[in-house]
C-alpha cells in the first residue's frame, strides 16, 4: 500500500498555519512548565496553552489543517506526556521544537483568538440573543433586497439580525417564483423533505394534506418538529396576500423561556430535562416521530433551541409521579405561546420575503377566507448553513466577532 506525503498534496486553501492575518500585540516572552508554556504579549497580558494541545494544534504544512480536513497529525500522534525541547518568542511569534526535531511556530493573533483561558472563552461566549415580545412590529428587522443579496456588508447585516433576532424580513424580492431559491440562497442550499418537497406552495385547498393549506388559523409553531433535525431555517416568500386576515404571527421562544425561568422556575426545569413527544404520520408514505425537551440548553445552561408544535403533540411518556407537574409545564409555555403580549404580528407584503430561525422563532398566521387567494412559498435551509455563511462573511468583515459560540439549536 502506498501512502501520499504532504508534499504529494496541494490544499484547497491557501497555506496560512497558524495565523489569521489580524492585527496583534506580538509574542514578547515564553517559558515552560510541567504540563504548559506561559505566554507574555507585548502588551502585559498573559495566557498559556497546555503542551499537548500545542503539539495537536500546529497547523504547519507538514501536520495539516482541519479547515482542509487533510490532517496527518491527530490525538494519537504524540503521547500525553509530550513536552517542548524548547519555547521561544521569535519574531513576535511562539516558535516551539518538540524532542523529535518537529519546530511549530504560532503567530499572536492565533494564539489570542484561541486561547483557553477564562477570559477568552467568556469573550467566545460572549453573543446573547436580542429577546423580543409583540414590541417587535414597531421596528421589525428589515433588510432590502438589494442591500441583502450584496455578498457583503449588506448582506452579514442581514445575517446578523436573522443571528440576533431569530427573524429578518427581507423587503422588495418580487413576486417572481424564481426569487425564492435567490432568496434562500441567503442564507443556503435548499433541503427537500418528505413532508414539505423541495419548495412548498402553501395555498388553500379544497382537500389539504397539512393545515397549513386551509384557511384556519394556525397557532405558532416550529416546523416539522417531529424530526430528529428539524428544518434549520424557514424561508417564506408571499407572493400573494389578503387584505383582511392572514395576518403573520411570530414568538420568541427564547422571550418564553426567560419568562418561564424567572416565573415557574419548576416548570422550566422539566421542560429542559424531560422529553416530550411529537409525531406525523402520512399512512404508506413516511412515520415520524422525536422525543427530546422542549427547550435544549447548551454548556453554559442556556437555551439554544425550542422545540414544540401544539398539534404534533404526542401523548406524554414520563414516570407516572412527575406527568400531571408536565403537563402544567407544558401549559405554561404554551399559555405564553399564544399571549398576545408575546405575539408579533404583521401583514406580509407580496413580494417580501422572511428568513426565520426555526429553533427558536415560532410562525402562525391568523385565519383568512381561501376564496382570497393567499399565496407563500417556503422552503427551508440547514441551520449549519447559515451559521457557515455568516462565519464566512465575518472572517473578513467582523473578524473579531467570526468565532463567537452560536446556539446550535433544538436536541433529539
Not at 511556530?105 to 440573543?129: C, I
Request: some cysteine.
Amino acid at each position: 500500500m502506498s501512502h501520499e506525503s504532504p508534499d504529494a498534496i496541494t490544499a484547497y486553501n491557501p497555506f496560512q498555519g497558524n495565523r489569521l492575518g489580524l492585527d496583534a500585540p506580538p509574542v514578547a516572552a515564553a517559558s515552560a512548565a510541567a504540563r504548559t508554556v506561559h505566554v507574555e504579549f507585548a502588551d502585559g497580558s498573559t495566557t498559556f496553552f497546555h503542551h499537548q494541545w500545542l503539539r495537536h494544534c500546529c497547523y504547519c504544512q507538514a501536520c495539516g489543517n482541519p479547515a482542509d480536513g487533510i490532517r496527518f497529525n491527530t490525538v494519537i500522534s504524540f503521547e500525553s506526556d509530550i513536552a517542548p525541547a524548547a519555547v521561544s518568542a521569535m519574531h513576535g511569534d511562539l516558535t516551539v521544537t518538540w524532542p523529535d526535531g518537529h519546530e511549530s511556530v504560532y503567530g499572536p493573533d492565533w494564539l489570542r483568538h484561541h486561547a483557553y483561558d477564562g477570559a477568552n472563552r467568556r469573550q467566545r461566549s460572549g453573543w446573547r440573543p436580542t429577546r423580543w415580545r409583540s414590541e417587535l412590529v414597531q421596528n421589525f428587522p428589515t433588510v432590502g433586497w438589494t442591500d441583502a443579496s450584496d455578498g457583503g456588508a449588506g448582506q452579514l447585516g442581514a445575517l446578523q439580525l436573522l443571528r440576533d433576532y431569530g427573524i429578518v424580513q427581507i423587503a422588495g424580492i418580487g413576486t417572481d417564483p424564481a426569487a425564492t431559491e435567490r432568496l434562500a440562497a441567503l442564507v443556503g442550499p435548499i433541503h427537500e423533505t418528505t413532508v414539505y418537497g423541495y419548495i412548498y406552495d402553501v395555498k388553500a385547498e379544497p382537500v389539504a394534506k397539512l393545515g397549513a393549506k386551509t384557511g384556519m388559523p394556525q397557532a405558532p409553531h416550529i416546523d416539522d418538529a417531529f424530526y430528529y433535525s428539524p428544518p434549520g431555517i424557514d424561508v417564506f416568500h408571499c407572493m400573494v396576500n389578503t387584505e383582511e386576515g392572514g395576518m403573520s404571527t411570530y414568538v420568541d421562544g427564547f422571550a418564553i423561556a426567560q419568562s418561564l425561568a424567572a416565573e415557574q422556575p419548576d416548570a422550566y426545569e422539566l421542560l429542559t430535562t424531560l422529553p416530550i413527544s411529537q409525531i406525523r404520520r402520512h399512512p404508506g408514505e413516511i412515520d415520524l416521530r422525536n422525543r427530546g425537551p422542549l427547550i435544549s440548553l447548551d454548556e453554559f445552561g442556556r437555551p439554544q433551541g425550542i422545540r414544540y408544535f401544539d398539534r404534533a403533540l404526542a401523548p406524554l411518556d414520563v414516570d407516572a409521579d412527575v406527568m400531571d407537574a408536565f403537563y402544567n409545564a407544558v401549559r405554561e409555555y404554551n399559555r405564553r405561546m399564544i399571549d398576545p403580549a408575546f405575539i408579533a404580528e404583521i401583514r406580509v407584503k407580496p413580494g417580501n420575503g422572511m428568513l426565520i430561525d426555526n429553533h427558536r422563532v415560532m410562525h402562525g398566521r391568523t385565519a383568512f377566507d381561501p376564496s382570497f387567494g393567499r399565496h407563500i412559498r417556503l422552503c427551508h435551509v440547514p441551520r449549519d448553513e447559515f451559521h457557515g455563511r455568516l462565519r464566512e462573511l465575518s472572517r473578513t468583515l467582523d473578524p473579531e466577532h467570526h468565532d463567537e459560540y452560536l446556539p446550535q439549536g433544538a436536541r433529539s
